[in-house]
């Protein structure tokens, strides 16, 4: 893809496993944790889960969902993660569907076990946060149809970044 997401953005989702989803339909939001392995050369976690979940349901109904990945330092300096947006799509193409599961069952090899509808979770938008360099730094990074690619947020004064 010509617009990659940025090397520190894309390592810190590979070192992590978990998602938080929050999606919404019929005037109802839903928000689920899952399993994910990141699929860096398309932009997108691959995720199983039912569609007869809640939040597969939902997601079937409306595509469009934002969530999270974050880990849980105690150390506030070690506060890093994403907030993003993104497409939800369960795939039905045998062919899509191997070739997610193979990236999955390398991160997870014994989701091999358990049936499930495979999903992807297309990155439209993602922030990062990070305290490490300097506290809380923010980048964005948007696929190419957005009018902004890649874009680190300015600090204002004591600290806090816009956006």
């Not at 992590?16 to 689920?32: D, F, G, M, Q, R």
């Not at 007869?52 to 506060?79: F, V, W």
């Not at 014994?110 to 297309?122: F, G, M, Q, R, T």
Request: hydrophobic residues 40%; glycine residues 4%.
């Amino acid at each position: 893809m010509a617009n990659p997401i940025p090397a520190h953005i894309a390592q810190f989702i590979a070192q992590h496993h978990v998602v938080s989803l929050a999606c919404h339909s019929e005037n109802e939001i839903w928000a689920a944790s899952c399993f994910y392995a990141f699929d860096e050369q398309s932009h997108r976690l691959i995720v199983l889960t039912k569609t007869t979940t809640e939040h597969g349901k939902r997601m079937l109904a409306n595509p469009h969902i934002a969530g999270t990945i974050a880990g849980q330092p105690e150390n506030i300096r070690e506060i890093e993660g994403i907030q993003f947006q993104a497409v939800a799509r369960c795939l039905e193409n045998e062919a899509e569907k191997q070739t997610a599961l193979q990236i999955y069952w390398q991160k997870h090899p014994l989701a091999k076990l358990i049936p499930s509808d495979v999903w992807e979770i297309a990155f439209t938008r993602i922030k990062h946060t990070e305290n490490k360099v300097a506290f809380a730094k923010k980048s964005v990074w948007e696929r190419e149809f957005f009018e902004h690619t890649y874009h680190s947020l300015p600090l204002l004064a004591g600290g806090a970044a816009e956006g």
